[in-house]
Nanobody, 133 residues
Framework: QVHLVESGGGSVQAGGSLRLSCVVSGGMHSSRCMGWFRQAPGKEREGVGTIYTGSGWTSVVDSVKGRFSISQDNANDTLYLQMNSLKPEDTAMYYC??????????????????????????WGQGTQVTVSS
C-alpha cells in the first residue's frame, strides 16, 4: 500500500518562504514520476510541477517558475517543494502525487508530459499553505 504524507505547510506573509516535504512509503519503484499540485477553495486542482525520480528531471509551471523548485532525497524517499517569494495567490492546499514510470513518454505520435491530476494514481492528504498580504 503506497502512502504519501505531506508536511511543512503553514501561514506566511507575502514574500516569505516555505518548504513542503512529501514522504513516500509502500514499496513504489525508486524511478517514478512525482508531482506537486494545489487546490484553492472553489477552484480545480492544478499542477505545480513534476519530477522524475530516476533522473532528477523537473518541470514547474510558468506561474511559479523562478520562485518554486522541486527536489528529492532518494535515500529517504522524500520529495520537496521549495517555495520562495510567496504571493497571496499561492494560498491553497498543496498535495503531492505519484505514479509509476516516467513523467514524459510517447503516447501514440504525441510526446506527453504528465501534468493533470488524472495522470497520478497515488495522493497524499495535503498540507495547507496560507499567504497573507
Amino acid at each position: 500500500q503506497v502512502h504519501l504524507v505531506e508536511s511543512g505547510g503553514g501561514s506566511v506573509q507575502a514574500g516569505g518562504s516555505l518548504r513542503l516535504s512529501c514522504v513516500v512509503s509502500g514499496g513504489m519503484h525508486s524511478s517514478r514520476c512525482m508531482g506537486w499540485f494545489r487546490q484553492a477553495p472553489g477552484k480545480e486542482r492544478e499542477g505545480v510541477g513534476t519530477i522524475y525520480t530516476g533522473s532528477g528531471w523537473t518541470s514547474v509551471v510558468d506561474s511559479v517558475k523562478g520562485r518554486f523548485s522541486i527536489s528529492q532525497d532518494n535515500a529517504n524517499d522524500t520529495l520537496y517543494l521549495q517555495m520562495n517569494s510567496l504571493k497571496p495567490e499561492d494560498t491553497a492546499m498543496y498535495y503531492c502525487a505519484a505514479d509509476s514510470g516516467p513523467c514524459t513518454y510517447w503516447r501514440g505520435r504525441d510526446y506527453y508530459s504528465r501534468r493533470l491530476a488524472a495522470d497520478f494514481s497515488y495522493w497524499g492528504q495535503g498540507t495547507q499553505v496560507t499567504v497573507s498580504s
